[in-house]
C-alpha cells in the first residue's frame, strides 16, 4: 500500500512539472484580423479609424454579441496609413538603416470606437492565435510599437491597459495634455505638440490682440475638456475672462445646438474660442449659417483651422477671418505620389480597398447588380488623380509627416537596439520595455533636415504656425500664415506675428474688440461689477488727493501730503500754501491798522510830550503814561510779526514779543490803578502810603510783573520753542503755513499770565471808579480793561475754531483790538482835554470843587 502511493505522488509530481513547462495562453473571444496586413521580421502595429462610426446593434443577451459594423468611410485614415506604409518601405528599400531587416505591419480599424481600439489594441499586443505556448517570455507582445491613434480618448483608453506590458505607442495627433502625464500613461509618446502648449499658445494671442471677454466651445472629449481647463487657467493668469464655456459632440441631440446658438446670440463677447475637432466643426457651422450668426471672429485650433474640408463644408462662410494654431507646413519628397498610388492597399487589404474604391468612384466590383440600379460596375483602373476628394488633398501633409516620423522613430530605436552595422541579425529580441527606455532617448534628422526627439513627457517641441482664414472672390477660402508659436523660446518672445494685413471677421480691417467693459481712461480705476467676472468693470474716478495716470487701473495712488490731484485726477499738482501774507486784502487792512495804532500812539505820545508840564500830564505819573504809550507802540507793532510765511525766529517772536509788550503795557495799566488808590488813601488823615508807593516803587513794580513774563518766555523757547509748521488736516486742497505752539503750556502760560494782570487791573480800577473826580482816570482804566479781557475771553474759542491763517487774523485782531481799547480809553480823554479843552488844564480845574 505504501509503495503504491508513493509511485501515484512521483506520477503527479512530474505531471505537475510537465504542466509549468507547457505555460500556454489562450484567446478569449473570436480573433480580430487586421484590415491592412503585410509579412516581415519586424511587425510594426497601427491603429486608425477607417470608419468614423458604427451601427448600434441592440443585444439579445441570448447570443454573443455581434462583431461592430462599421460605417461612414473616413479617408483621413487612409491617407495616415498610406503615410505609415511610405515610411515603411522606405525604411525597408534603405541600406542605412536596419540593413538586412524587412518590416511588416498590422493595421487595424478602431471605427471612431474607444471599446473596439482597446480590443485591436490587446490584439496587437497578444497576437490573435488561439493558443500560444513559449518557454521563455509566455504571452509576450507580438508588435514592438503601435502607431496611432488620431484622437486623444481612444490613445487614452488603449494605454491605460497597455501600459503594464511597456509597449510604446506613437501618436500622430493625439494632443490632450492629460497624455503627457508618464504615471498613468507610461508608454505613450507623440510627434504633435501637447495642448498645454496650444492652449498656452490661445490665450497668448487672444491676450496680444486685447481680447479680455470670450466666449468658447469645446469638444466634449478629452481633447476639448483638457484643452479648455488649460486655456482657462492661462487665461485667468493673463486677465481674460469667459463669458461662457460650452461643451458639444457630435453624437448630441438637436437640443444641444440650439442652446449653443441661444447661448451666443444672448453673448455681448465677439470672440469664441473653439476647441473642436473638424468632425464637431463640420456639424455646427453649418447650423451656426442656417441661424446667421455671423460677425464673430473665431480663434481656433490645429483640430479644424486647417482642415480644407471645413473650409468648403456648407457655411464656411461663418468662419472667415478665422485666426488659430495650425502644426507646421512640412514636406515628405515622394510621399504624394504613393498616397495616391492605392496598390499597396490593394495589396494588403483586398476587403478595405474594394470599400475604398467603390465610395471614391461610385461603382461596384460585384456584378450582380440589384432591379433598376444603374450602377457602373469598377474596373480597378480609374484614374485617382482626378478625383478631388478628401483623399487625393494633401493639406494635412503635416500631420502625414507625423506619422512618418512616428514610423522613422521606432526604426531608429531598434536600428540602436539590434546594433545594426553594414547588416542586422534576423534573430529579433524586442524586448517592449527596453524599446520604449530607447525611444524617449533617441534623436535623428528626417531625410527633410528635420529634428525628431522625446522631452521627458514624450512630447516633441512645440511650434505651431499662426493662420488665418482668407475669402478669395471665388468664394473658397486661403490659409495664410501670418506668424510662428515656438515655446522653445522665452516667453516674450514665444509668439511672433509677421506684418501682414489680416482678414477679420465680417471682412473687417480693423482688430475686432471684445471686451466686457471698456478701457478705463486715466484719473479713473476700475471697480468689479457684483456677480460678474474680473473682466467686468465700472470706471469710477479717482478720489480728491488720489490719481491714476495709466489706463484701466486697479487703483489710484494718492498724491504725496504736498500735492494735490488735478481736476482730471490724472496727476498731482503742488498745493497752495495759504498764510496771512502783506499782499491780501485782510493782511492789508491788518497792516494798516497796526501801522495807524502805531502812528496814534506816536501822536499822542508827542502831544503828551509837548504838553508834559501841563497838570493833566503831570497828574497821573507821566513816566507811566510815557512807558505805557511806549509799550502800546510795541503791541502794535508785534502783530506785524504774525504777518507773512512763517520761520524760526518769527514763530519764536511774535509770540514772545506779544506776551512780554502786553504784560509791560498792563503792568503800567496796573501800576497807575495802584498809585490812584494809593493817592487816594495818602490824603485820609495820619496815611503815609505814597512814601511807600512813589514813582520808584511804581517803575519796580513794572519792572517786577514783566520780568516774570520775560522768565516764562524763556523757559518756553528753552523747553520746547513753536517752530514752522506746515498744516494739511485743515484743508485737503491746501497747505496752511503756521506757527506750532511748541509747548501748548507755555503759549497759556503767556496768556494766562497776561489775564491774570488784567483781571487784577480790572478788579482795582473798577473798586476805585467813584474816587473823587481829581482822580477820575480810574473810570477810564476801568471801561478799558472791561474792553480788554472782553476782547481776549472772546479770542480764546475763536481762535481755537478759526483755521488757517483765520487763526493768525483773529490773534492779530484781538491785540490791535485790545491796544486800540487801552490807547481810546485812557489817553483820548485827555488828549481832548489838551487840545480842544486847555481851559480845563489847569491846578485849579484838576482839584476841582471839594463837596
Given at each position: 500500500?505504501i509503495?503504491?502511493v ?47 462610426s ?47 531587416i ?24 497578444n ?48 494632443t ?24 498656452r ?85 453649418e ?13 481656433g ?27 507646421r ?64 488633398d ?112 465680417n ?6 474688440i ?8 486715466l ?18 474716478p ?99 510779526t504774525f ?39 495818602a490824603?485820609?488823615?495820619g ?51 503756521e ?8 503759549f497759556?502760560a ?12 480790572f ?18 482804566i ?44 485812557i489817553?483820548?480823554?485827555?488828549c ?20
Amino acid at each position: 500500500y505504501i509503495p503504491l502511493v508513493s509511485l501515484i505522488h512521483i506520477l503527479l509530481l512530474v505531471a505537475s512539472f510537465s504542466k509549468s513547462e507547457e505555460r500556454v495562453c489562450s484567446l478569449m473571444g473570436e480573433p480580430e484580423e487586421p484590415q491592412l496586413f503585410k509579412t516581415g521580421d519586424i511587425i510594426l502595429g497601427g491603429i486608425f479609424s477607417f470608419h468614423s462610426s458604427w451601427k448600434n446593434i441592440e443585444s439579445t443577451y441570448v447570443h454573443s454579441p455581434l462583431p461592430l459594423q462599421c460605417t461612414s468611410l473616413n479617408f483621413r485614415a487612409f491617407q495616415f496609413a498610406q503615410s505609415m506604409l511610405f515610411a515603411i518601405e522606405e525604411i525597408n528599400n534603405s541600406t542605412d538603416l536596419l540593413p538586412g531587416i524587412k518590416l511588416g505591419y498590422k493595421i487595424y480599424d478602431a471605427c471612431g470606437s474607444i471599446a473596439r481600439a482597446v480590443r485591436v489594441a490587446l490584439s496587437l499586443i497578444n497576437g490573435n492565435e488561439e493558443t500560444a505556448t513559449t518557454f521563455e517570455k509566455p504571452c509576450s507582445g507580438s508588435v514592438p510599437a503601435i502607431m496611432g491613434e488620431t484622437s486623444s480618448s481612444p490613445c487614452m483608453a488603449i494605454n491605460t491597459v497597455i501600459g503594464p506590458f511597456h509597449t510604446p505607442m506613437v501618436s500622430h495627433f493625439a494632443t490632450c495634455a492629460c497624455l503627457s502625464n508618464k504615471v498613468k500613461y507610461p508608454s505613450f509618446l507623440r510627434t504633435i505638440p501637447s495642448d498645454y502648449y496650444q492652449s498656452r499658445a490661445l490665450a497668448q494671442m487672444v491676450k496680444h490682440f486685447g481680447w479680455t471677454w470670450v466666449g468658447a466651445i469645446r469638444t466634449n472629449d478629452d481633447y476639448g475638456n483638457n484643452g479648455m481647463a488649460t486655456f482657462i487657467e492661462i487665461a485667468t493668469q493673463l486677465g481674460i475672462c469667459l463669458e461662457y464655456s460650452l461643451p458639444f459632440f457630435r453624437t448630441d441631440p438637436p437640443e444641444q445646438k440650439q442652446k449653443i446658438i441661444e447661448t451666443i446670440k444672448g453673448s455681448t463677447s465677439k470672440v469664441i474660442i473653439a476647441f473642436l475637432s473638424h468632425m464637431d466643426m463640420d456639424e455646427l457651422i453649418e447650423e451656426f449659417a442656417h441661424h446667421n450668426l455671423t460677425g464673430y471672429q473665431w480663434v481656433g485650433t490645429e483640430g479644424w483651422i486647417s482642415d480644407s474640408q471645413t473650409a468648403i463644408a456648407k457655411g464656411h462662410y461663418i468662419l472667415d477671418g478665422s485666426i488659430g494654431l495650425a502644426i507646421r507646413k512640412a514636406h515628405v519628397t515622394g510621399l504624394r505620389e504613393f498616397m495616391l498610388d492605392v496598390k499597396p492597399l490593394n495589396s494588403s487589404g483586398n476587403k478595405l480597398f474594394v470599400e475604398f474604391w467603390e465610395t471614391t468612384f461610385g461603382c461596384i466590383f460585384n456584378l450582380i447588380k440589384q432591379t433598376g440600379e444603374n450602377i457602373e460596375t469598377c474596373t480597378g483602373y480609374e484614374n485617382l488623380t482626378g478625383i478631388k476628394n478628401s483623399f487625393t488633398d494633401m493639406s494635412l501633409m503635416p500631420i502625414f509627416n507625423n506619422v512618418y516620423k512616428a514610423v522613422y522613430a521606432v526604426a531608429h530605436t531598434l536600428h540602436k537596439i539590434l546594433g545594426c552595422g553594414k547588416m542586422c541579425s534576423n534573430t529579433i529580441a524586442t524586448d517592449p520595455q527596453v524599446i520604449l527606455q530607447n525611444l524617449k532617448q533617441i534623436r535623428f534628422k528626417t531625410k527633410e533636415g528635420e529634428e525628431v526627439y522625446f522631452n521627458e513627457d514624450g512630447d516633441p517641441a512645440a511650434k505651431y504656425d499662426i493662420i488665418n482664414w482668407q475669402p478669395k472672390k471665388d468664394g473658397s477660402v486661403e490659409f495664410v500664415t501670418i506668424g510662428l508659436y515656438d515655446a522653445s523660446l522665452p516667453e516674450d518672445k514665444q509668439l511672433h506675428l509677421d506684418n501682414l494685413t489680416l482678414s477679420w471677421a465680417n471682412n473687417a480691417k480693423q482688430v475686432p474688440i471684445s471686451v466686457c467693459s471698456g478701457t478705463c481712461a486715466l484719473g479713473t480705476r476700475k471697480v468689479l461689477q457684483k456677480g460678474k467676472p474680473v473682466c467686468c468693470y465700472d470706471c469710477i474716478p479717482c478720489a480728491e488727493g488720489e490719481f491714476s495716470n495709466t489706463t484701466d487701473s486697479i487703483t489710484c495712488a494718492r498724491c504725496h501730503p504736498e500735492f494735490w490731484s488735478n481736476e482730471r485726477r490724472d496727476d498731482c499738482k503742488k498745493k497752495e500754501t495759504e498764510f496771512l501774507s502783506f499782499t491780501e486784502i485782510m493782511g492789508a487792512i491788518l497792516t494798516v491798522s497796526s501801522l495807524l495804532g502805531a502812528c496814534l500812539t506816536a501822536t499822542v505820545a508827542f502831544i503828551f510830550f509837548r504838553h508834559r508840564n501841563t497838570p493833566i500830564v503831570k497828574a497821573n505819573n507821566s513816566e507811566l503814561s510815557f512807558l505805557l504809550l511806549f509799550s502800546l507802540t510795541l503791541c502794535f507793532l508785534c502783530s506785524l510779526t504774525f504777518i507773512g510765511p512763517p520761520s524760526d525766529w518769527s514763530c519764536m517772536l511774535r509770540h514772545t514779543a506779544f506776551g512780554i509788550t502786553f504784560v509791560l503795557c498792563i503792568s503800567c495799566v496796573l501800576g497807575k490803578t495802584l498809585a490812584v488808590l494809593m493817592a487816594f488813601k495818602a490824603t485820609l488823615p495820619g496815611s503815609n502810603l505814597m512814601k511807600w508807593f512813589g514813582p520808584r516803587r511804581q517803575r519796580l513794580s513794572v519792572l517786577a510783573f514783566t520780568v516774570v513774563q520775560v522768565v516764562i518766555c524763556i523757559l518756553w523757547l528753552t523747553i520746547n520753542p513753536p517752530f514752522p509748521f506746515k498744516n494739511f488736516s485743515h484743508f485737503k486742497d491746501k497747505i496752511i503755513l503756521e506757527c506750532a505752539l511748541g509747548s501748548p503750556i507755555g503759549f497759556w502760560a503767556v496768556l494766562g499770565y497776561i489775564g491774570l494782570l488784567a483781571l487784577l487791573c480790572f478788579i482795582l480800577a473798577f473798586l476805585a471808579r467813584k474816587l473823587p473826580d481829581n482822580f477820575n482816570e480810574a473810570k477810564f482804566i476801568t471801561f478799558s480793561m472791561l474792553i480788554f479781557c472782553a476782547v481776549w475771553i472772546t479770542f480764546i474759542p475763536a481762535y481755537v475754531s478759526s483755521p488757517g491763517k483765520f487763526s493768525v487774523a483773529v490773534e492779530i485782531f484781538a491785540i490791535l483790538a485790545s491796544s486800540f481799547g487801552l490807547l481810546f480809553c485812557i489817553f483820548i480823554p485827555k488828549c481832548y482835554i489838551i487840545l480842544l479843552k486847555p481851559e480845563k488844564n489847569t491846578k485849579k480845574n484838576m482839584i476841582g470843587k471839594k463837596g
